[in-house]
């Protein structure tokens, strides 16, 4: 019996440590960017002959993207008392959804309007941007910006850029940010 409860102790730290051991060799890292994260790789891949199809591919992978769906549903109101009612608001809000997001189920887009008249959010042009003239940090912050900005070198700026497009890239790059080995591009010119 002593002999036994030792074999059995020794059993079940042999068989413990061995899970153990499988447990952290079977960990996966999930931090690690995927090659399609690269800006540098997704240009490449958008140069090869099979680039078209690829396009074509994320394009209606990013048509109406279900976690964006999912996630303004659960932001539903509570629902009603009667089921049909309750059916009907959960309907409206989902076209709701689709109607800003311009895509499926906005009457523009039923009809045959172009994408851009058909969203309900409309571009508009930085230049018609204005701050408000009594707002004096927002109207510094861009100011100083600006100041910094034109302080640049802008072959320099997007050195980086010009080389990924297979362009004439004078001079050096910046370092940081906008160095030539960073897939980030830069607080100011990112992609």
Do not use: I
């Amino acid at each position: 019996p002593p002999a036994m409860a030792t074999a059995t102790a020794v059993a079940l730290v042999l068989l413990l440590s061995s899970v153990a051991v499988v447990t952290v060799v079977a960990k996966e890292c999930t931090n690690v960017p995927t090659q399609l994260s690269s800006h540098t790789v997704r240009a490449r891949l958008q140069s090869t002959p099979g680039a078209e199809e690829w396009r074509w591919r994320e394009l209606f992978h990013d048509h109406l993207n279900p976690t964006d769906e999912s996630a303004w549903m659960d932001l539903l109101p509570l629902a009603g008392s009667t089921t049909a009612a309750a059916a009907a608001e959960e309907f409206d809000w989902a076209m709701l959804y689709r109607t800003l997001k311009g895509g499926v189920g906005s009457s523009a887009a039923q009809a045959g309007a172009t994408p851009s008249s058909s969203s309900f959010l409309v571009e508009a042009s930085l230049h018609d941007v204005r701050l408000d003239p009594g707002d004096e940090v927002y109207g510094r912050a861009q100011q100083t910006n600006l100041e910094y900005l034109l302080l640049l070198d802008v072959d320099r700026l997007v050195w980086s850029f010009r080389r990924q497009a297979g362009l004439p890239a004078p001079g050096a790059p910046y370092g940081g940010w906008e160095g030539a080995v960073v897939e980030l591009r830069g607080h100011f010119v990112g992609t």
